[in-house]
């Protein structure tokens, strides 16, 4: 029958999980992701420090006896403690910068225009929660951080676990879940810290800048302050400190005397805490005026 | 039930608590008892009583009487203070999810989900509403081709003029197919021939399939032309609950009639057909038939008098007078005064 003749009609078939819809969001807003070729183009330079880091280690066990010439410099970079200076650095830590610069492309694009479009009464009349509704611009940059930085990761670990002895991956269990688990702490910290601003400045560039704004200024006082105390207390206010100390400690690398681990897990707790708060507060279908 | 002269006919007036029940006779959708709900610290409905069983409901009542709110507490955004609601015998709080499964929403301000197409939008949240991908992709090109945006539908919803985003909204609110559509004030914003055809989409889904509808409007033409039933809300209570349809019919019946010649023996000839018949003046006469007289009995009797009918009017009870007698009730119970 052709579409101009279908008559308004009831849906007769079955309906979908409810589980579902935060993946529908997730799908829509990852396909509106990419419609850019800018950010395609990013999203693969993104994948550079993993393909790097993959070479290292080819040319770490692999081309040893061909790189004579290279000399001590060789010698001391395949001696390197493994976990501190090779796969710590190679891995986590661009990983985490990778992951930081997505969720500041993609973090305030994902709820202002909803808001901006007044979207929300549209979202919420139908049966989506505001909890299923955030899971799902959750769930957009937790897929675009993972597939560049711990799912990645993991197979440089199994590459690694492959060229290295016998037994080397069960002697270093914590490397990979220490990779995941960092990983989504941070992604997850950032994204939430991101769509609270997107969702409480509404306009897109502004809270581009407001996030990138909170870590420049953040770390900034946090220097400041850590300076002229001469303590470490400074480093509360900087996330970057806090995810290492963190990282360090799940990654199973030697521990950061940037902080004391509890603080550094107050200092990534408190400000997602906040900013989920903050969400929820935002996210309704309507604005009551009092 | 008064008589003539334009009084109540059939509208129930409002009774002490607010209450009223029309469609109770019929097998209703809506029910509230005792519903109140609290924005802001202001009681913005107050303790609602009734049911309703109408094909199209008209919500109507001045701005902020709570027609929104209303909607809005049906859709589970707001919480009851007190009290409880339920649609399809759901309960609006305890079964939030399920009863939104059932609607369709369009709002009154305009909300679209930007950088989309008209069709991928209405996709979206076809799929967001529970259904499969690929019917919520048929059922999407469909809504489009039905509220008249078919050529439309591959352009930005953002590019999209006022009135196309008043269709685009209904098209997303039809697009799951829906048991009861809340339309809340569809033809904001629209110009005349846009506003015609959206109460003609409107009428066309009333009549088609076992939709309900809820249509809140301030516009009383509006209500008129789709409504078989309107609930009238002013200062958070209901005003008045009318069956338009029986309003309607009862209209029909009831006559005002100016004849020249044997004025004593047409009316006699009416009492003998049946008709109550009362004469404000000697210039008018004023009569209500029984089920069996048709209006075409009269000419008959007329002819067979050889008395000549100048003037023969229905009375027209319209919405406005319903609603203005309405308002004025309500400022009486709130008052407590007598009129």
């Known amino acids: 029958m052709s579409l101009r003749q279908h008559g308004f009609r009831t849906h007769a078939g079955p309906w979908t999980r409810s589980v579902a819809r935060p993946l529908v969001i997730a799908r829509y807003n990852l396909s509106g992701v990419f419609a850019s070729r800018l950010f395609t183009i990013f999203y693969v330079a993104c994948f550079l420090p993993s393909f790097l880091c993959m070479v290292s280690i080819y040319l770490r066990y692999k081309l040893e006896t061909f790189v004579g010439f290279t000399g001590n410099a060789w010698h001391e970079f395949t001696r390197a403690d493994i976990l501190d200076d090779w796969l710590y650095y190679g891995i986590l830590q661009p990983s985490e910068w990778v992951a930081f610069l997505i969720v500041l492309v993609v973090g305030p694009s994902l709820l202002a225009p909803d808001l901006k479009d007044n979207a929300m009464p549209l979202y919420l009349s139908r049966p989506v929660t505001k909890l299923q509704y955030l899971l799902g611009k959750l769930l957009v940059l937790l897929t675009l951080t993972a597939a560049v930085t711990w799912l990645p990761g993991l197979l440089l670990v199994l590459a690694n676990a492959y060229y290295a002895d016998d037994g080397w991956l069960m002697d270093n269990l914590t490397v990979p879940f220490g990779l995941v688990g960092s990983c989504l702490v941070w992604t997850a910290c950032l994204s939430i810290i991101a769509l609270a601003l997107s969702a409480w400045v509404r306009w897109r560039p502004a809270a581009t800048l407001g996030f990138l704004g909170l870590f420049v200024i953040g770390s900034a006082i946090g220097n400041l302050f850590r300076a002229t105390s001469g303590d470490w207390y400074g480093s509360l206010l900087i996330l970057w400190d806090a995810i290492d100390v963190v990282g360090r400690d799940l990654f199973g690398a030697n521990p950061s005397e940037l902080m004391p681990l509890p603080w550094a897990w107050a200092s990534l707790a408190a400000p997602t805490a906040l900013s989920f708060w903050a969400l929820l507060r935002r996210i309704r279908a309507y604005e009551v005026v009092r | ?286 009569a209500v038939l029984p089920a069996d007289v048709e209006i075409a009995d009269l000419y008959a009797l007329a002819a067979e008098l050889s008395v000549q009918i100048r003037q023969l009017d229905h009375k027209r009870d319209s919405l406005e007078d319903i609603f203005l007698r309405a308002m004025d009730d309500a400022a009486v119970g709130e008052t407590g005064s007598t009129p």
Request: proline fraction near 4%; charged fraction near 25%; aromatic fraction near 6%.
């Open chain 2, 1 to 286: 039930m008064t008589d003539a002269a334009g009084s109540s006919l059939s509208v129930p007036a409002p009774k002490p608590d607010g209450s009223g029940t029309v469609a109770a006779t019929r097998g209703h959708w809506a029910e509230f008892r005792g519903l109140s709900v609290d924005l802001g610290g202001r009681r913005v409905l107050n303790d609602l009583n009734a049911t309703l069983g109408g094909r199209c409901v008209g919500l109507l009542g001045p701005n902020g009487a709570g027609k929104t709110t209303l909607l809005n507490t049906l859709l589970g955004f707001f919480k009851p203070s007190a009290g409880h609601a339920r649609v399809f015998g759901r309960d609006v709080v305890r079964d939030s999810a399920g009863v939104r499964q059932l609607i369709g929403y369009m709002p009154e301000r305009d909300s679209f989900v930007g950088g989309m197409t008209g069709v991928r939008f209405v996709r979206m949240m076809g799929e967001l509403s529970g259904l499969p991908r690929d019917d919520a992709l048929d059922r999407a090109h469909e809504a489009f081709f039905r509220v008249g945006l078919g050529e439309a539908r591959y352009r930005k919803v953002e590019t999209y003029s006022q009135g196309m985003k008043q269709l685009a909204k209904l098209a997303q609110a039809i697009a799951h197919g829906p048991r009861l559509l809340f339309l809340d004030e569809p033809t904001n914003g629209l110009d005349p021939p846009a506003r015609s055809r959206m109460l003609q989409l409107v009428r066309g889904i009333r009549d088609t399939g076992d939709t309900r509808l809820v249509v809140s409007s301030h516009l009383l033409r509006d209500v008129e032309e789709c409504c078989d039933e309107v609930l009238i809300l002013k200062n958070g209570r209901i005003a008045s609950v009318c069956d338009l349809e029986s309003e309607r019919r009862s209209n029909r019946k009831f006559l005002f009639l100016q004849i020249k010649g044997a004025q004593e023996r047409f009316v006699e000839g009416l009492v003998a057909l049946g008709c109550e018949v009362g004469m404000p003046n000697r210039r008018r006469l004023r």
